[in-house]
Nanobody
């Protein structure tokens, strides 16, 4: 199983980005999907997650600004990030659970300039 994430980049404060992540390989029965991030010098933290049925949860710091969604037919998860702030600067990782096993993407860098 491989996860390919895309959509990171440099954006000004107040701007937006959309991250995408698609799973390939022997991918079946994907349950939870999520986005994590690791700011410079800090630990990895959960940003948002979504269940197979579409229930979502968000970190308090991004609630109301970020939206997670998924396309089960395409084994993909997305993160729409609006009203970006400098503190959103981090490497963003997608995460899935397939047949009960966790898989991580390599990460995509998001840099928000003030």
């Amino acid at each position: 199983v491989q996860l390919q994430a895309s959509g990171g980049g440099l954006v000004q404060s107040g701007g937006f980005l959309r991250l995408s992540c698609t799973a390939s390989g022997d991918v079946r029965n994907i349950g939870r999907m999520a986005w994590y991030r690791q700011p410079p010098g800090k630990q990895r933290e959960l940003v948002a997650d979504i269940t197979k049925s579409g229930s979502t949860d968000y970190a308090e710091s991004v609630r109301g600004r970020f939206t997670i969604s998924r396309d089960n037919a395409k084994n993909s998860v997305f993160l729409q990030m609006d009203s970006l702030k400098s503190e959103d600067t981090a490497v963003y990782y997608c995460y899935i659970v397939s047949w009960g096993s966790p898989y991580w993407g390599r990460g995509t860098l998001v840099t928000v300039s003030s």
